[in-house]
């Protein structure tokens, strides 16, 4: 079997991640693999906000391009950070197994989400989580942030925010959850699509590479991913909107909730369903269809009229 290339942005976390994928790889396999570091264009942009340069596809475009051009053999992705459309001559694998997918508060002072004193400076640089947040906090000061997770705590540190929001999964995996004041509820801050799930993509015509990489998927996780992502593409959602999901087994059945909100927080739409895992696309647009019947795509229609 030959070695492969796995390919990874070179963030602090996307460097965990990719190892994370080697070392399962080798304790399942027994098969060794490179590292290859790749800069995309959301490393490059680091000082802008997502909302300007767009978020789809940002992040994973140049390992996309490697794959294809065959200078790597697989691409460890964030499953939150890639589009719903796919190109033809790559596919999916293996989808690990899910970390937690709540986001977390990580304060100056230690103060939740309650205790943030009035018209504190929160620093977060999705829609989603600013819109959800604002809906709880409307007098909250909301600012966007960038940069790898050591950037954005240094923020913190340094007084510029009294507050960040930041997916707890990433703080578990890079060992800083001690610095984590509140795990927000979904109740609070529905999660975006697929996040706490790595995914590993490859070239359609490396079967090889597919089946040897194919002992890490885990079914349970695929199929919330593909709920959440079909929820997602029937919304016509991109990174930056306003949307959360979360799709699991929960008592031996397939749940689905999934919310819409206004940038400023004011409006909020949130519906659940229940299926099989095995049609876990069917019960996506399902969702996905109760939500816009609620109104979701008004809401949605506005904040691309905010942002254009």
Not at 119 to 136: F, I, Y
Not at 176 to 200: F, H, K, N, W, Y
């Amino acid at each position: 079997m030959r070695a492969l290339r796995i390919g990874t942005r070179g963030s602090l976390l996307a460097k965990w991640q990719a190892e994370s994928v080697r070392k399962q790889l080798f304790a399942l396999t027994g098969m060794d693999a490179d590292i290859v570091i790749i800069k995309t264009e959301g490393d490059r942009l680091q000082q802008s906000p997502l909302t300007q340069i767009g978020g789809k596809g940002i992040f994973i475009k140049e390992l996309e391009e490697a794959l294809l051009e065959e200078t790597v053999d697989l691409a460890v992705h964030s499953v939150k950070d890639i589009p719903t459309d796919t190109p033809t001559r790559l596919c999916f694998p293996a989808v690990c197994k899910r970390a937690d997918v709540r986001d977390c508060l990580i304060s100056a002072n230690g103060a939740t989400l309650a205790n943030l004193r009035q018209g504190a400076r929160v620093g977060t640089g999705s829609l989603r989580r600013q819109a959800q947040l604002q809906h709880v906090r409307l007098d909250l000061d909301f600012r966007d942030l960038r940069g790898n997770v050591d950037t954005r705590l240094r923020k913190v540190d340094s007084g510029e925010y009294e507050a960040i929001i930041l997916a707890k999964a990433g703080l578990d995996r890079l060992g800083l959850s001690q610095r984590i004041a509140e795990t927000l509820s979904s109740d609070v801050c529905m999660p975006a699509v697929g996040q706490g799930a790595i995914a590993v993509e490859a070239r359609l015509k490396d079967v090889e590479a597919q089946e040897t990489v194919a002992a890490l998927d885990d079914q349970e996780t695929r199929s919330a991913i593909i709920a959440e992502r079909a929820l997602l593409g029937a919304m016509q959602g991109g990174c930056q909107v306003p949307l959360g999901a979360w799709a699991r087994m929960e008592r031996n059945e397939f749940v689905m909730e999934a919310c819409v909100c206004s940038i400023d927080g004011l409006r909020y739409i949130k519906e659940r369903a229940t299926g099989s895992s095995e049609e876990a696309a069917q019960l996506g647009e399902k969702l996905a269809q109760q939500l816009l019947n609620a109104g979701a795509m008004e809401i949605l229609e506005a904040v691309g009229r905010q942002r254009a």
